[in-house]
């Protein structure tokens, strides 16, 4: 049996030296986008506002994303979230009158739609550990960054690892995509 070539992997094994500065763009970029995230989440971590209330509805779009929607009795203010659904997801999620506590960050008061991100939505007396709402503003991070992060997560897996010959470089970037998949999934599961 022979072993058909792909002519695109064919040019970059013929074509090293592009192959390792296309490799080591995906990377920087990755690298790049990972620390933008992880920072602006560790900067707003502190900077959140404890807010507490009863619950006059919350609604989820019921997909695989979710869009979810909090308004507080007595606050005219909408709080909205997204978050990955399904059975791995430690949301809370909240009923009508329900006495629940959450954060807010000050800088984003509201967004275009006029609804404010929420974070750590949890029954009042039971917060989240700030652990997993550090994972909350990550996602928050990964949507505003989602064309380089998209560029990296897909990448650095397809082209790094499959078309780069340089070991070193073949190494670092699959030390990149094992953290980009478990800061990935901490995001999914928070």
């Known amino acids: ?44 971590l502190p900077h959140l506002i404890y807010k507490t209330g009863v619950v006059e509805s919350w609604r989820s779009s ?6 979810a929607h909090l308004k507080i009795a007595g606050d005219p203010t909408v709080y ?19 006495e629940v506590e959450f954060y807010t960050l000050p800088e984003t008061s509201s967004t275009s739609s006029g609804e ?5 939505l949890s029954r009042a007396g039971h917060p989240r550990l700030s652990f997993w709402i550090f994972f909350e503003l990550l996602h ?15 990448g650095l897996p397809l082209f790094n ?3 780069v010959r ?9 030390c990149v995509v094992i953290l980009s998949f478990l800061l990935f999934f901490l995001v999914i599961l928070a």
Not at 5 to 30: D, E, K, M, T, Y
Not at 116 to 120: I, N, S, V
Not at 140 to 150: E, F, N, R, S
């Open 140 to 154: 928050a991070q990964y949507t505003d960054l989602i064309v380089p992060w998209g560029l990296s997560f897909f």
């Open 116 to 120: 404010t991100p929420y974070f750590g």
């Open 62 to 67: 019921g997909r695989k994303l979710h869009d």
């Open 161 to 163: 690892l499959n078309l």
């Open 166 to 174: 340089n070991r070193a470089l073949r190494s670092v970037s699959a």
């Open 80 to 98: 909205t979230t997204e978050y990955f659904g399904g059975w791995h997801n430690l949301q809370h999620k909240a009923e009508r009158d329900e």
């Open 1 to 44: 049996m022979s072993k058909t070539i792909n002519p695109l992997q064919s040019f970059f094994h013929a074509q090293p030296a592009l192959a390792n500065i296309l490799g080591v763009a995906f990377l920087l970029c990755a690298l790049s986008t990972q620390i933008v995230a992880l920072r602006r989440s560790s900067l707003a």
